[in-house]
């Protein structure tokens, strides 16, 4: 099983990735998908089959038997103690799992599209932090920071110029990273961690309130 990266940030927190290289033959041999869940994988499209077979090996993975749902705003959920966010990119799938509201995102390094759209995300104040000659892993990781605050906030605040504010932090993993969900109410602090697995760029959002 091709499990790429597991973490486990705190007591209440698990954090998989998987790299989908298996066949769906080998996956749907591994998974053993009961009736439901196999008229859900025959109903999908053939991209929506392998991200489909990514999550539930993901959620074995992590030991939950569960049935993820959606609610209206597209946000993942699984009845029970856990929260869930989901992240896919080019067959790589990253699932977290929490008692704590969760956002994760996994983003392929791609360096030419995120030079072209770095303007559409990154502000005037978060620009003045980036060091010289490191640009590459900032634009990517606060790509990653604000696609996993989007999550943990179900989507309801779109602009990730206005909405979104990522404080000055170093290329240190194991360093927490102040971030912001700013609104017209009040703005919310929370804490966020990055890791590099191979090409991929891992995010994590976490709200310990």
């Given at each position: 099983?091709?499990?790429?990266?597991?973490?486990?940030?705190?007591?209440?927190t698990?954090?998989v990735?998987?790299?989908?290289?298996?066949?769906?033959?080998?996956?749907?041999?591994?998974?053993?998908?009961?009736?439901?869940?196999?008229?859900?994988?025959?109903?999908?499209?053939?991209?929506?089959?392998r991200?489909?077979?990514?999550l539930?090996?993901?959620?074995?993975a992590?030991?939950?038997?569960?049935?993820?749902?959606?609610?209206?705003?597209?946000?993942?959920?699984?009845?029970?103690?856990?929260?869930?966010?989901?992240?896919?990119?080019?067959?790589?799938?990253?699932?977290?799992?929490?008692?704590?509201?969760?956002?994760?995102?996994?983003?392929?390094?791609?360096d030419?599209?995120?030079?072209?759209?770095?303007?559409?995300?990154?502000?005037?104040?978060?620009?003045?932090?980036?060091?010289?000659?490191?640009?590459?892993?900032?634009?990517?990781?606060?790509?990653?920071?604000?696609?996993?605050?989007?999550?943990?906030?179900?989507?309801?605040?779109?602009?990730?110029?206005?909405?979104?504010?990522?404080?000055p932090?170093?290329?240190?993993?194991?360093?927490?990273?102040?971030?912001?969900?700013?609104?017209e109410?009040a703005?919310?602090?929370?804490?966020?961690?990055?890791?590099?697995?191979?090409?991929?760029?891992?995010?994590?959002?976490?709200?310990?309130?």
């Open positions: 099983m091709p499990i790429v990266d597991f973490i486990i940030p705190d007591y209440f698990r954090i990735t998987w790299k989908v290289s298996e066949t769906n033959e080998e996956l749907l041999r591994i998974l053993k998908l009961d009736n439901i869940r196999q008229g859900k994988y025959d109903s999908l499209t053939p991209k929506r089959k991200e489909y077979l990514g539930r090996a993901c959620l074995m992590l030991g939950l038997d569960s049935t993820v749902k959606y609610t209206k705003e597209g946000k993942p959920y699984v009845e029970g103690t856990y929260n869930i966010s989901v992240s896919h990119s080019h067959g790589v799938v990253c699932v977290g799992a929490s008692s704590f509201n969760i956002g994760v995102d996994i983003e392929l390094e791609r030419e599209k995120i030079n072209t759209i770095k303007y559409k995300f990154i502000r005037k104040d978060e620009f003045e932090f980036i060091p010289k000659g490191e640009e590459k892993d900032y634009y990517h990781i606060l790509w990653g920071l604000k696609e996993a605050l989007y999550k943990i906030h179900h989507g309801n605040l779109w602009s990730f110029l206005n909405h979104y504010r990522v404080e932090f170093q290329l240190k993993s194991d360093k927490p990273i102040v971030c912001w969900i700013i609104d109410k703005s919310v602090k929370y804490y966020a961690y990055y890791k590099k697995i191979n090409n991929y760029y891992m995010t994590y959002v976490l709200n310990y309130e």
